[in-house]
Nanobody
Framework: QVQLVESGGGLVQAGGSLRLSCAAS????????MGWFRQAPGKEREFVAC????????SYADSMKGRFTISVDSTKNTVYLQMNSLKPEDTAVYYC??????????????WGQGTQVTVSS
């Protein structure tokens, strides 16, 4: 059983940056692809980015390309999401997930509790 704990969310002004972290425990970190998703009030959970087990292949949602960067520190069993040039529409609860390589929530078996990101205009 993999446990995931996100951190790093908060309130930031438009144009600012945040780095989210997701610490994994209870499993073999290198066995899983890792993903970030987000969910705004009244909306479905949305794909943000994912990284494969080798940490060599990454994928981003179109609206995040060039602004967000996913990375992994395998020595810390932690996946990061660096978010730059934040916009008010990026406001959401951000979740990390572990599972197979996928851009949909159904591809992931394990989820964190989420961290709130609020971008003010």
């Amino acid at each position: 059983q993999v446990q995931l704990v996100e951190s790093g969310g908060g309130l930031v002004q438009a144009g600012g940056s945040l780095r989210l972290s997701c610490a994994a425990s209870g499993g073999t970190f290198s066995s899983y692809a890792m993903g970030w998703f987000r969910q705004a009030p009244g909306k479905e959970r949305e794909f943000v980015a994912c990284i494969d087990r080798s940490a060599l292949i990454k994928s981003y949602a179109d609206s995040m390309k060039g602004r967000f960067t996913i990375s992994v520190d395998s020595t810390k069993n932690t996946v990061y999401l660096q978010m730059n040039s934040l916009k008010p529409e990026d406001t959401a609860v951000y979740y990390c997930a572990a599972g197979k390589w996928a851009t949909t929530p159904s591809g992931y078996n394990y989820w964190g509790q989420g961290t709130q990101v609020t971008v003010s205009s």
